[in-house]
């Protein structure tokens, strides 16, 4: 019954309340990794993002003025990994923090002696399993405009949301129908273990930010996907070819 309504309240939204075909057209000119996509694909990528803005609440942090044509942006671009998955994968989270630029945390944790310590960081976005995303425009902002550096702040804070999606992330999110555990774990721990040596002998073959932990990996290999394929198909084929399923649905050639 939930479903149905679901469904129903969502073919209403396309209805009452689509994007604009000028707000959409100047999404794609803003977005060169969305206009690259097939007219298909565009037509289904703004469904998603039309339910993505009627549905998630978009706050503004700080002092930044957050217009429509900003969430735009952020809702194009978060749809575009569950382009192939189904938009239900998106369910279950509605906050969108947007700072200005980077932002500050506290995080507490327990230290070698079982002591609790505490450290701020400045991050670009952040991921949180009991809510939301958070991001920094600044950044959005700077992703946007080079479409193949493998760099999507959107993009990886939503990579973390799908890996939530069976508990805490890290690195191995539910898998489509059909995949091999085994097959995403071997490729996914052999291109880490790899990386980590090239971080180690100071000759990383994509953003060392991904030898963090395998949560990091998982997120930022799935920047390269959209972003920087060719990257990552030549360093990394078996774990481009796992994303290729997890992704679009099908076997890489």
Request: hydrophobic share 40%; with cysteine.
């Amino acid at each position: 019954m939930f479903n149905w309504f679901r469904q129903w309240k969502r073919r209403r939204t396309l209805r009452d309340r689509p994007i604009l075909d000028v707000d959409w057209n100047a999404t794609l000119e803003r977005v060169p990794l969305v206009k690259a996509l097939s007219v298909d694909e565009q037509a289904r990528l703004r469904a998603m993002a039309t339910w993505f803005l009627d549905e998630k609440d978009f706050y503004a942090a700080g002092d930044l003025d957050l217009t429509h044509p900003m969430m735009l942006t952020i809702s194009a671009q978060a749809c575009l990994p569950v382009l192939d998955l189904g938009y239900h994968w998106l369910d279950g989270w509605y906050s969108i923090y947007v700072y200005p630029g980077h932002f500050r945390t506290r995080r507490e944790y327990r230290d070698q002696h079982g002591i609790m310590q505490s450290d701020h960081r400045r991050l670009a976005g952040e991921a949180h399993s009991a809510g939301g995303i958070v991001l920094s425009w600044n950044d959005v902002v700077d992703h946007v405009a080079v479409d193949d550096d493998g760099d999507n702040v959107i993009i990886h804070e939503i990579a973390h949301k799908l890996d939530m999606r069976n508990g805490h992330a890290d690195g191995f999110p539910p898998l489509r129908r059909g995949m091999d555990h085994g097959q995403w774990s071997r490729a996914m721990r052999e291109a880490y273990d790899h990386l980590n040596r090239g971080v180690r002998r100071g000759d990383p073959e994509i953003d060392p930010y991904a030898a963090t932990e395998p949560a990091e990996f998982f997120a930022v290999t799935s920047e390269y996907f959209f972003e920087a394929p060719q990257t990552l198909q030549r360093v990394y084929p078996e774990v481009y070819r796992q994303l290729h399923r997890f992704y679009r649905g099908n076997i890489a050639a």
